[in-house]
């Protein structure tokens, strides 16, 4: 009964089961990655993006850095913080591949 409640909820709730599939092991290695509104974000003129809530500056995907923004499978925008505190320093930061990509 337990195996057919669990199947059952992943037919109901596809979304919810496939979300942590893609994350990289670095970013999200006990569930730290979670969708964010683009509102939570903003996009700098030099192409690197800050997460509001911290300040911190996630430099763009082309750069020449190891704390830069990566590009999402589903075209949102994800972060990934210790344990999803959203006060929490980031890991790593997902952002939708530009228009026309």
């Known amino acids: 009964m337990t195996v057919f409640l669990f199947v059952s909820a992943l037919v109901v709730f596809p979304s ?3 979300t942590h599939e893609w994350y990289p092991y670095e970013c999200c290695a006990g569930g730290d990655c979670y969708a964010i509104s683009p509102n939570e974000v903003e996009g700098l003129p030099d192409g690197s993006w800050k997460i509001k809530a911290t300040g911190e500056i996630f430099a763009g995907p ?6 830069k923004v990566r590009f999402s499978p589903d075209g ?3 972060r990934c913080s210790k344990n999803k505190d959203r006060k929490a320093s980031s890991l790593c930061l997902f952002i939708p ?5």
Do not use: K
């Open 62 to 67: 082309n750069a020449n850095s190891l704390r």
């Open 16 to 18: 919810a089961a496939r």
């Open 76 to 78: 949102g925008f994800h």
């Open 97 to 101: 591949l530009p228009n026309g990509s």
